[in-house]
């Protein structure tokens, strides 16, 4: 899909910071959530750099809030040195009370993991989409390897003729 110009012509920017692909393949997903999250200065910094890795985040409930825990935000060298920089510090969530309790309940009652998707720009502020799901067994795993690879296939096929 192309992306959007704007009025000079030029493609807009990209708003995705990262993409946790690993979430999609380990877990099925059944439900996704959008939430704020709450930064330091230099970590904004960091995630305009590009600098944000997602790979490993998930979520947990702790005291009625959520927390984002495995997101690695890599400081910039030019970030001054009073700070200290911790790239894989816990980071708060800002959900709706609503939100939050849908959470807890299929967390405790349901066996629900939350796995951090992706992060993003959304009118200048950082957004985590948060996805809640299951473990997906290995045999399910094989099925959505075969899957997406008949799918390449298939898309080469028709490219060629």
């Known amino acids: ?16 910071i ?8 380990d877990y099925k997903i059944d439900e996704k959530f959008e939430a704020g999250l709450v930064l330091q200065g230099w970590e904004v910094k ?12 998930y979520v947990q409930i702790y005291q009625m809030e959520a927390w984002l825990y495995g ?8 970030t001054s040195t009073h700070h200290s920089t911790e790239g ?12 939050l309790a849908r959470l807890i309940g299929a967390v405790d009652r349901k066996g629900y993991a939350i796995v951090a ?3 993003y720009w959304k009118n200048g502020k950082v957004k985590v989409q948060i996805g809640l799901g299951k ?4 045999f ?10 008949w799918q390449r296939d298939k898309q080469r096929v028709v490219r060629i003729h």
């Open 88 to 99: 894989t510090r816990r980071r708060k969530l800002l959900l709706h009370r609503r939100e």
């Open 71 to 78: 997101c690695n935000i890599t400081p910039l060298i030019s």
């Open 46 to 57: 960091s995630l305009r750099a590009g600098k944000a890795q997602l790979t490993d985040g």
């Open 135 to 138: 473990g997906k067994k290995e």
């Open 117 to 119: 998707m992706s992060l």
């Open 18 to 25: 990262a993409r946790n692909k690993r979430a999609t393949f």
């Open 140 to 149: 399910d795993k094989r099925a959505s390897i075969k899957d997406r690879d």
């Open 1 to 16: 899909m192309a992306k959007k110009k704007n009025k000079k012509g030029q493609k807009s920017p990209s708003t995705t």
